[in-house]
């Protein structure tokens, strides 16, 4: 038996609390608990329908798909196509700024639902990760200083050349020059490897066709000036983009191959992998998909 003193104000008075107490204690405190229905599907903070409010890692310096504003909001393509897959798998997605690397190992520590970052679907990351259907198809351009004679990636040889770290423009480089091509200089971002070519400390920069684009058009704010056909060594027709007064280019390699860009889950994790497809594929059968592309890339 338990035995406990307490005190009033009136004297002292010994209660004796016997064992049954205890177990009105436990058995409340049971219900009480199991009366809260938590969902744990993926793990994380309910919200008020009673559903996963999933946390979505990125790197948000990655315009025009993901860029983080001074409020500390993200914004772009990417977190656009993220919110309309999650209205209409019946969820809400939150996305936290991590960086390019960090953010694959948010998902694979359960630190983060998923990672989305114009992430492209490679045989390499595919075996460490699942990934969504595509939501996009790319390409990776040269992003050249204007007065550049280079006409392809060949002519490149032996200059520097900036990519985002680990990435498939890093690899397209390696695929080109090998592996241990000392001229490689990989960033943690892309905004400070754009910086860097423009400065003159890069030839060149290899990157995803919708963010060289973007720089294209946006650096200095200045508009397409004229577009011009050239012909690399193999008689293949490339097209340089040439801009304004700013200082660089775009160049289209005729021997990248595509890509194509998935969202990221846990290896697994084959509930909510589904519906984010489930998602993905409304927004593409209602036209939203379609009105979110146009915001950001024009007509096709």
Same mark, same amino acid.
């Given at each position: 038996?338990? #035995?406990l ?5 009136? !004297?002292?008075?010994?209660? %004796? ?5 205890v177990? $009105? ?7 009480v ?24 890692? &990125? ?5 025009p798909f993901?860029?983080l !504003?001074?409020d ?14 999650a209205? #209409? ?29 114009? $992430?492209?679907? &490679? ?13 996009? $198809?790319? %390409? ?20 520097? $050349?900036?990519?985002?770290v680990?990435? &498939?423009?890093? %690899? ?20 400070t ?10 030839s ?13 058009? &946006?650096?200095?704010?200045? #508009?397409?000036?004229k ?16 801009v !304004?007064?700013?200082?660089i ?10 890509e194509?860009?998935?969202i ?6 084959? #509930?909510?992998? %589904? ?11 209602? !036209? ?13």
């Amino acid at each position: 038996m338990m #035995e406990l003193l307490f005190k009033n104000p009136i !004297g002292g008075v010994k209660v %004796k609390k016997l064992l049954g107490l205890v177990i $009105i204690f436990v058995v409340s405190t049971v219900l009480v608990l199991t009366s809260c229905n938590i969902k744990v599907d993926f793990g994380g903070e309910e919200s008020s329908a009673n559903e996963k409010r999933l946390l979505v890692a &990125t790197d948000a310096q990655f315009p025009p798909f993901e860029s983080l !504003g001074g409020d500390g909001m993200i914004t772009g393509f990417d977190a656009d196509i993220l919110n309309a897959i999650a209205k #209409e798998a019946g969820i809400e997605a939150d996305l936290k700024h991590v960086g390019w690397e960090p953010m694959f190992k948010e998902v694979e520590q359960d630190k983060a639902d998923a990672a989305i970052a114009a $992430i492209s679907i &490679t045989p390499e990351r595919q075996s460490k990760y699942d990934f969504t259907n595509p939501y996009f $198809i790319s %390409k990776q351009l040269l992003l050249l200083p204007v007065e550049s004679n280079a006409s392809s990636m060949e002519d490149l040889k032996g200059q520097k $050349i900036g990519t985002l770290v680990n990435s &498939t423009g890093s %690899k397209t480089v390696k695929k080109e020059f090998g592996e241990n091509y000392s001229k490689l200089k990989e960033f943690d971002d892309i905004p400070t490897a754009v910086k860097e070519l423009a400065a003159g400390r890069l030839s060149a920069v290899v990157a995803d066709s919708g963010v060289v684009k973007y720089y294209v058009k &946006t650096l200095e704010k200045s #508009e397409i000036k004229k577009e011009e056909k050239i012909s690399s060594s193999n008689g293949e027709q490339t097209f340089i983009v040439k801009v !304004g007064s700013t200082k660089i280019k775009a160049l289209e390699d005729p021997f990248f191959t595509p890509e194509s860009y998935g969202i990221v889950v846990k290896k697994g994790n084959a #509930e909510l992998l %589904k519906k984010l497809n489930d998602g993905l594929q409304k927004i593409r059968a209602n !036209g939203t998909y379609d009105k979110i592309y146009k915001k950001y890339f024009g007509e096709e």
